[in-house]
């Protein structure tokens, strides 16, 4: 069986709308929750490919949160032998900074939906080409953000964050929004203590209501663009064909 490695920081950001995707694919998926784990350490040789999830932590926070050290040098193997790999939110921002890039504050933050434009590099782009040539709403939640690392072709822009996603190489990408977001993660998310803090702190509670029904609007476009972009990265996650030795004649 397929195997997939995902890392995860806490309990309420698991894989979303990707995780039946690729349990219908046929894939194992191995959870490593740091937030339960701190110190594991993952083989990500043993895996066909690596998914880094999002997370409240900030990639400058490593010496609260010491296995961020052990992510991005994970990730640095995964990219370096070839493995497809997925970052998302946090995610995104350790592949940038585990491959040279740079991770700082957004000049604001961005939580909700927000309208995504694409660049010139995402019309060929395996995964991005579904997002065609207009914009699309997508869902937002970070305070952070990336300098692509060196090499990367960026893919995508918000009117209030420059760097939205990039791909590293043939196989790696980074996405600062939400593409695995159903409407139950939102919920759970807006409906959080922590969450309704934050969204507090930067607009009024009344931004909930505004981004549950932004959900109801968009997520019907969402979930199928989701679908298409999410299937063309399993797609990558093929078993490598095994070397046949063959007997001397």
Known sequence: MRKILVFQHVASEP????????RKSGFRIRYVNFGREPHAEPDVRRYDGL??????????????????RTEMAAIREAVTAGRPMLGICLGA??????????????HVPEIGWYRLHTLQG???DRLFRHFERHPHYVFQWHAYTFAPPPGAVALAWTRN???????????????????????????????SEGGRAEIGHHWSLRR??????????HLPVAQPLSDRVFREFIGLLAPRARAVVLPSR
Do not use: K, S
Not at 51 to 68: E, T, Y
Not at 209 to 214: K, L, Q
């Open 51 to 68: 998914v880094v999830l999002g997370g409240p932590m900030n990639v400058d926070q490593a010496d609260r949160h010491p296995h961020l």
């Open 122 to 124: 995402a019309h060929d």
């Open 93 to 106: 921002q350790l592949l940038a900074e585990a491959m040279g890039g740079r991770v700082t504050p957004n």
């Open 161 to 191: 964050c420059r760097n939205q996603a990039y791909r590293l190489g043939d196989a790696a990408w980074g996405l600062q929004f939400h593409l695995e977001a159903d409407a139950a993660l939102i919920g759970r998310w807006i409906a």
């Open 208 to 217: 909930i209501a505004h981004i549950r029904a932004a959900t109801r609007r």
């Open 15 to 22: 894989l979303g709308h990707l995780d039946p995707l690729l």
